[in-house]
């Protein structure tokens, strides 16, 4: 019974998808992509990676022990939540030549704390953690996010905008090394957990400098680059939720002890 309603909702749910995928694309196709438009085309390639990532989260969910569960479904919201916004992000950028930058926000305001919200969960699933760890690194990431969207939309000073963004990474940077996070991890003895915990920490130090670089060469070294702006984002978002699901993936994998199918 409970296999069928299973099956059934992640029918349900890859329909909806689709259908949601083909009625914004036939929305956005009054003006077609340019043969020489590459920031366009990565635009592209990233929507359909997100497409996928999604589609193989919530499938692999299944086949992960109950404890992770919450932590690969979660996996496959970031990237669902990021196929939508690219949707309409490419859209802008194909029809009007113009940095999205509205969406790419909102789409970042959802997805960074559920990504950090990840961090919780994976510590939670082998150990009792303080929630406390949460809430702080989330208003870590609400400074970091508020501060390089002012900066962006010209609210404040470009540079000053993204110092406050970086004082936001930073802090967040902090909390998962020094912090409760990082002790919590280290005094769990476990060793999948540590791994993955590593991962994921490389990931926000490696993988979210990408972001600050974006902003770097799009606004802070004379006039605004678009294109350098854009392509950089993209490929940042591309590593950043699809790479940062996968390592929680195989961390549920190998934590779960039951053969894959
Ligand atoms: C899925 C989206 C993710 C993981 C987005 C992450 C975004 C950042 C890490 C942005 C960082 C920024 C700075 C550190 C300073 C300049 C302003 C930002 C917002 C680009």
Redesign the pocket.
Known sequence: MREFFMKTLKTLAFAAIALFGVSTGANAAEVFLATDDFVGISFWLISMGMLAATAFFFMEQANVSTQWRKSVNVAGL?TGI?FIHYMYMRAVWVETGETPTVYRYI??LI??PL?LVEFYLILAAVRKVPTGIFWRILIGSIV??V???A?EAGFINAML??II??A??IYILYEIFSGEAGKSMAKSGNKSLVTAFSALRMIVTVG?AI??L??VFGYLTGGIDDNSLNVIYNL??FV??IAFGLIIWSCAVANSGKSRA
């Open positions: 970031v990021a789409d970042w997805t960074v990504q970091m996010l501060g390089g969207y900066g905008g993204f963004g970086m936001g990474w979210w972001y600050p974006g902003y940042a978002d950043n939720k």
